[in-house]
């Protein structure tokens, strides 16, 4: 985070316009409603600006006429105008809402679609409460200023530029002075835009801190009174909380300072009129009907002045909030597809052979066959690699599991696999083919990956079981969940497959969301599959039951198995022991044993530890999986 608050500081310190017109670009949807609003607010600046008129020219008919004048038509005229105003207010008000309702969606909508692309690497450096804060917060802000205040400045621009038109046609000396307070209201808003955008940037910030201490505090709740840490917890928000205010006062008074000095320029402008027309009427050079005309017209000038300093100040404020959406927005995914790939799939979509089944929308064979880890460097953090010149060849149809201690690369080398990270060095070979010349979402939908922390969607069991597959019929998700072990207990729940799941599935347990989640990944039938400690929440005899239902679920397809329980990988083709990123070992169960060296030591460790609880009757906790650091 501390990345993104030094981007912030270093951005512009005025009103962007650059950024704002790429935020309108969310309006090209949209673009015949924007002429309608353009047209409106045009007609209703000029039925504002016709008002004096029709009040100079009554004054003036009285004084021409005296008690002969008719006033039927002035009359009729009026009534026509408010007739028209009120139509064009309406138009305004209707083809607003429509665009600021559309542009709202359609950013949420992009902001969002742009989080489904990154990379992994992007939410090691973002939590999710400052994601959160610009997907709502800073949405939310940046929707209310399209709504309304872009529009109201439409208007209010349109206003003043009538108005000025009629004081320099009316009396172009008169009209001439009034307009001499524009420098100054220029002046006072270049001084004061630099400092409400610098404290409404401050105030973002300080909110996106705030949002993710929220959700830290509500996800880590269990853990926080486990520990008695509720005091510690609530010293810390005070904190945020605190700066939050400071802040947000001072962005207050910025803003309330610079209101009151708009208004005491304007009301120099209201004195000119007065005694600039009053002179000149006396002296003959215009008429009394256009001196109260000025007088509505000078009055009439701080109300658009008054919004258009508010709307550019309301901008300011929600520049900071626009430059956070579209910096998300405008991220590219670190992991995407080459040009050389898009090219090809471009061409495979519009060519003769995108009907061939053989073929994948990449061009390329659609199956997977060998994989090969060729001198693979990678690091999480630059000068601490976690792999270092990793070599694995994988043949079609194996299972390789990989134990050892943890942080010893495990997990990296699956992560790496999926391409959810890529090498920093070195190359992963699908059919001899490096992975990154294949298409993205053609390779991961070949995937199927079951975590240690599994998570379920809102839904029913049903409903999170096709999610590996949409298509898939009633009869493929009950034998799916067969295979997994989980068909049993889903049909004890309640409702069996139909059962609601609840928000993250927090209506099952642990060890139910994973027998779940394996159904998952089963159903999509992938040509590789991945296991991270996918029975660490599943009781023996349970996992006893997914082992007979893996021997056919593994057969034929390339697997990974990352487990502490070794109990879970004596049938591996191939067992691999992992540490510092290097393969300490490598062979099957009984050759591992044989050689009565570390997986001998890990196994053996662990089973005296698992006797030991059985005779104890204690239970068998997860680290107990874990063997000694192998050095």
């Not at 002429?35 to 004096?52: H, K, Q």
């Not at 003959?284 to 709307?311: C, D, H, Q, W």
């Not at 083919?433 to 990956?449: E, F, H, K, P």
Request: proline share 4%; hydrophobic share 45%; net charge neutral.
């Amino acid at each position: 985070m501390a990345e993104d608050i030094l981007h912030d500081e270093q951005l512009p310190q005025r009103l962007n316009m650059r950024l704002w017109r790429r935020v309108l670009r969310f309006a090209g949807p949209y673009r015949r409603y924007m002429v309608g609003l353009g047209g409106v607010a045009l007609l209703i600046a000029a039925c504002d600006a016709a008002i004096p008129l029709m009040v100079k020219a009554v004054i003036d008919h009285v004084v021409a006429g005296g008690a002969d004048a008719r006033f039927f038509a002035m009359a009729a005229a009026f009534a026509l105008l408010c007739l028209v105003f009120a139509a064009a207010v309406f138009g305004f008000i209707l083809l607003g809402g429509r665009i600021a309702s559309g542009m709202a969606h359609d950013i949420r909508e992009a902001g969002f679609a742009r989080l489904q692309e990154l990379s992994f690497s992007f939410y090691d450096r973002h939590n999710v409460g400052w994601l959160m804060a610009r997907l709502t917060s800073d949405t939310d802000r940046l929707s209310r200023i399209i709504g309304w205040v872009l529009l109201d400045l439409l208007w209010g621009v349109c206003l003043l530029i009538a108005i000025a038109v009629m004081l320099l046609v009316l009396d172009w000396v008169t009209g001439a002075a009034i307009l001499l307070i524009v420098p100054m209201l220029v002046i006072v808003s270049a001084i004061f835009q630099r400092r409400i955008l610098a404290a409404s940037r401050r105030t973002r910030k300080i909110n996106s801190h705030l949002t993710a201490e929220f959700n830290e505090g509500i996800s880590g709740i269990r853990t926080t009174k486990a520990l008695v840490r509720e005091q510690a917890n609530l010293d810390t928000f005070k904190r945020e909380s605190g700066a939050m205010h400071e802040a947000s006062i001072y962005h207050a008074l910025q803003t309330a300072m610079y209101l009151p000095l708009i208004m005491v320029i304007v009301s120099v402008g209201e004195a000119l009129t007065i005694v600039i027309g009053a002179n000149r009427t006396l002296a003959g050079a215009m008429t009394l009907g256009t001196l109260v005309g000025f007088t509505y017209y000078a009055k009439l000038l701080p109300s658009p002045i008054r919004e258009t300093a508010r709307n550019i100040t309301d901008m300011l404020g929600a520049q900071a909030a626009a430059e956070r959406v579209m910096q998300l927005i405008d991220t590219e995914p670190e992991i995407q597809d080459s040009p050389d790939v898009r090219q090809r799939l471009a061409e495979h979509a519009a060519g003769p052979r995108r009907a061939d089944p053989r073929l994948a929308p990449d061009g390329l064979p659609d199956r997977i066959g060998s994989l090969r880890f060729e001198h693979v460097r990678f690091a999480y953090n630059p000068g601490e690699p976690v792999l270092e010149d990793f070599n694995l060849e994988v043949e079609p149809g194996q299972t390789i599991a990989l134990v050892g201690p943890t942080g010893g690369g495990k997990s990296t080398i699956v992560s790496l696999l999926c391409r959810f990270y890529e090498p920093d060095a070195g190359r992963i070979l699908i059919d001899g083919i490096d992975y990154r010349r294949r298409s993205l979402g053609w390779y991961q939908s070949r995937l199927g990956v079951v975590l240690q922390t599994p998570h379920l969607f809102a839904g029913t069991v049903r409903d999170n079981i096709r999610y590996g597959r949409l298509e898939s019929g009633d009869a493929e998700v009950e034998e799916a969940a067969r295979l997994a072990g989980a068909d049993a207990f889903i049909r004890e729940l309640e409702h069996g497959y139909d059962t609601e799941v609840g928000p993250s599935g927090n209506r099952l347990s642990t060890g139910q969301k994973q027998l779940v989640s394996f159904a998952r990944a089963i159903i999509a039938d992938p040509p590789i599959l991945i296991m991270d400690e996918a029975t660490s929440s599943i009781d023996t005899e349970t996992e006893q039951l997914i082992q007979r239902g893996l021997t056919r679920v593994l057969e034929g397809r390339i697997s990974f198995v990352i487990a502490h329980r070794l109990s879970t990988i004596r049938s591996a083709d191939r067992i691999l022991v992992i540490a510092a990123g290097r393969i300490l070992e490598s062979g099957r169960h009984h050759e591992l044993l044989a050689q009565r060296g570390h997986y001998h030591a890990l196994y053996t460790g662990q089973f005296t530890r698992e006797y030991e609880h059985r005779v104890l009757g204690t239970p068998l906790l997860e680290e107990d999986g874990l063997s000694p650091r192998i050095s």
